[in-house]
C-alpha cells in the first residue's frame, strides 16, 4: 500500500489529507503534529478547524485510511527524516514559502541522508479558508515542481497519479521546483493587489471593504529588496499600507457612527475570524479594529459561531450580554436574521 505522511496538521494539512484519503482509498494517509490538543480534537468529533463538509470526510475516513498521531518519530517527520528513512522518499512542500526553500530542504536531506535518495516536490496549496473542501474536490489547478532530472520527474509522476484519482488530467501542471514556489507568492501577491483596489475603490463609495493576510506581501518585498529591486519592493509595500488604511477607515466610521465619543461605552463584535465559514482568527482584521477601540476606553465582547470556542449554541448569559451592548460591529459576512432568530429568550 502506498503511504502519505503529512507534516502538520493545520488549516492546509488537516483538510488536504482528509480529501486525499477519502479520494484515494488504496492510500495510507497519515497526519503528524507535534500538537497533542491538535491531534487530539482531530480523533474526537469537535476538530480543531471548522470548514463547510470537513466534518464528513474525516469521519468517513478516520480509521480505515487516515490517521492522526503526534508519533513524529513513528511517521518519519520532521528534521528525523532523513535521520530515520530506510529507503527513498519522496518529500513535498505545500506550505507557502520563500523561493528556493526546497533547494535547502534538499541539501538538508541530502547531508543526512545515509546514501539514500530524496526527490524535494513543491505542491503550493490554493485553497480558500471557508471553501477548502469544496476547492480541494474541484481544483481550478494543481500545481506540482520537480527535478528536471529522471528522478525528479519521476517523483512528479508518482504524485501526479494520486491527484489523478478525482482531478482532470488538464487541471494537473508540472514544472521546475523555483517556478512552483514563485507562482504561489505571485498568485496570494496579485490577489492582495487586486483586494487593495477593491479597498481604495471602496473608501470612495463607501462598500464593506476585504483583507487579506500580509505574510506572502512582505515575503515579495524582501525578495525584491535583496535583488536590488527598490522599486519593485515599495510597490508591494504600498499594497499593505492601502489594506492597513481600509482597517482605520473602517474603525473611524464605527466612532462616528457613535457621535464620535466612546468612552466608557460598549461594544459586541459579531464575527472575529479571517472571513465567514471559518474558525481561523490568525492575522484577522478583526484585530486590529478591536486594539483600536479598546485603545479609545471601549469594552469589547467578541462572538463567533465558527470559532471552535463558540461552536456551541449561544447561551442565555451570552444573549443577555449583547442585550445590554448598546452598539454592535457585525463582521460575520453571512446572513444576520437566522442567527438573531435562533438566539433565546432571557427570562
Avoid at 502538520?8 to 497533542?36: F, H, N, Q, R, W
Avoid at 505542491?123 to 480558500?128: I, Q, R, T, V
Avoid at 501577491?189 to 487586486?194: C, V
Wanted: with cysteine; charged share 25%.
Amino acid at each position: 500500500m502506498v503511504k502519505i505522511c503529512c507534516i502538520g496538521a493545520g488549516y492546509v494539512g488537516g483538510p488536504t489529507m482528509a480529501v486525499i484519503a477519502l479520494k484515494c482509498p488504496s492510500i495510507e494517509v497519515a497526519v503528524v503534529d507535534i500538537s497533542v490538543p491538535r491531534i487530539t480534537a482531530w480523533n474526537s468529533d469537535q476538530l480543531p478547524i471548522y470548514e463547510p463538509g470537513l466534518d464528513d470526510v474525516v469521519k468517513e475516513c478516520r480509521g480505515r485510511n487516515l490517521f492522526f498521531s503526534t508519533d513524529v518519530e513513528k511517521h518519519s517527520a520532521a528534521r528525523m527524516i532523513a535521520d530515520v528513512s530506510k529507503s527513498d522518499k519522496i518529500v513535498v512542500e505545500k506550505s507557502t514559502v520563500p523561493v528556493k526553500t526546497a533547494e535547502a530542504i534538499e541539501k538538508i536531506l541530502t547531508h543526512n541522508s545515509k546514501g539514500i535518495s530524496f526527490q524535494i516536490l513543491s505542491n503550493p496549496e490554493f485553497l480558500a479558508e471557508g471553501t477548502a473542501i469544496e476547492d480541494l474536490f474541484k481544483p481550478d489547478r494543481v500545481l506540482i515542481g520537480g527535478r528536471d532530472t529522471p528522478g525528479g520527474q519521476k517523483a512528479i509522476q508518482a504524485l501526479k497519479e494520486v491527484y489523478a484519482h478525482w482531478v482532470p488530467e488538464d487541471r494537473i501542471i508540472c514544472t521546475n521546483l523555483w517556478s512552483a514556489e514563485l507562482s504561489k507568492l505571485a498568485a496570494n501577491a496579485f490577489l492582495a493587489q487586486r483586494i487593495s483596489s477593491v479597498n481604495a475603490m471602496s473608501a470612495l463609495c463607501e462598500a464593506t471593504g476585504a483583507d487579506v493576510t500580509q505574510k506572502d506581501i512582505l515575503n515579495l518585498v524582501y525578495i525584491c529588496e535583496c535583488n536590488g529591486l527598490p522599486e519593485v519592493a515599495e510597490y508591494w509595500k504600498q499594497v499593505i499600507k492601502i489594506n492597513d488604511y481600509q482597517k482605520s477607515r473602517f474603525v473611524n466610521r464605527v466612532v462616528a457612527s457613535m457621535f464620535n465619543t466612546v468612552s466608557n461605552k460598549k461594544i459586541a463584535v459579531l464575527g472575529f475570524a479571517f472571513k465567514k465559514d471559518t474558525g481561523d482568527t490568525r492575522e484577522t482584521p478583526a484585530i486590529d479594529v478591536t486594539e483600536d477601540q479598546i485603545q479609545r476606553d471601549l469594552t469589547m465582547n467578541k462572538f463567533d459561531w465558527d470559532h471552535p470556542l463558540h461552536l456551541q449554541p449561544m447561551s442565555p448569559t451570552t444573549v443577555k450580554q449583547l442585550r445590554e451592548i448598546g452598539f454592535i460591529v457585525y463582521s460575520i459576512g453571512k446572513p444576520l436574521d437566522a442567527w438573531l432568530k435562533d438566539m433565546p429568550a432571557v427570562a
